[in-house]
């Protein structure tokens, strides 16, 4: 089973801000099968980035996927008020379990 | 548009039974692979299952294999989750979510609101 850590566990910034969110697997995989969700408070979560950087019909460009083997990120390049939410690394590989990362919550500073 | 109902949550006893269902509109239900993923109160995603589009294979969490039974009907375009032996921590919120894909590795396109299943005595 591919385990999924994520840093930092809450990140606290400004609007305008970067945000840089780092998502670690236990071992190396294919980073086609490595997605990015939001989710608001109340909400359903959201894809944000799939194979690790492509971005989603409808999600804006300040948002951004990397990474490769075990080493992954997503980055907002300026964020808006309604970036502030939770962010989840997703493994959905060849074999199941499909994990999720542990989350990191963007607040505001 | 794409959507995703959940319904069948509530409360029920330890050890009993409950069945979840999702019914989809806006796609073509029987091209894809289905999960179910939940969210216990204040937690992370945890996801449960899949099942592909024909329902030809399923896989499950560790934590719900032997109890959990994920299943579709593509005729009434409703993918369900029978959950027996409800434990305690079982509870959460159950969110069915939608694939773009056929019997693949595929990110999670659509997600529909849940449904709160509280096990409880």
């Known amino acids: 089973e591919i385990v999924l850590t994520q840093s930092p566990g809450t990140l606290s910034l400004s609007p305008g801000e970067r945000a840089t969110l780092s998502c670690r697997a236990s071992?190396?995989?294919?980073?086609?099968?490595l997605a990015w969700y939001q989710q608001r408070p109340g909400q359903a979560p959201r894809l944000l980035i799939y194979g690790a950087s492509g971005r989603a019909p409808g999600i804006p460009d300040r948002f951004s996927g990397s990474g490769s083997g075990t080493d992954f990120t997503l980055t907002i390049s300026r964020l808006e008020p309604e970036d502030f939410a939770v962010y989840y690394c997703?493994?959905?590989?060849?074999?199941?379990?499909?994990?999720f990362g542990p989350g990191t919550e963007v607040d505001i500073k | 548009q794409v959507q995703l109902v959940e319904s069948g949550g509530g409360v029920v006893q330890p050890g009993r039974s409950l069945r979840l269902s999702c019914a989809a509109s806006?796609?073509?239900?029987?091209?894809?692979?289905m999960h179910w993923v939940r969210q216990a109160p204040g937690k992370g995603l945890e996801w449960v299952a899949v099942i592909w589009y024909d329902g030809s294979n399923k896989n499950y969490a560790d934590s719900v294999k032997g109890r959990f039974t994920i299943s579709r009907d593509n005729s009434k375009n409703t993918l369900y989750l029978q959950m027996t032996s409800l434990r305690a921590e079982d509870t959460a919120v159950y969110y069915c979510a939608r694939t773009d894909c056929s019997g693949g590795s595929c990110p999670l396109w659509g997600w529909g609101q849940g449904t709160l299943v509280i096990v409880s005595s």
């Open positions: 071992q190396s995989f294919s980073s086609n099968y």
């Open positions: 806006g796609f073509t239900f029987s091209s894809y692979d």
């Open positions: 997703h493994h959905y590989g060849s074999s199941p379990p499909f994990t």
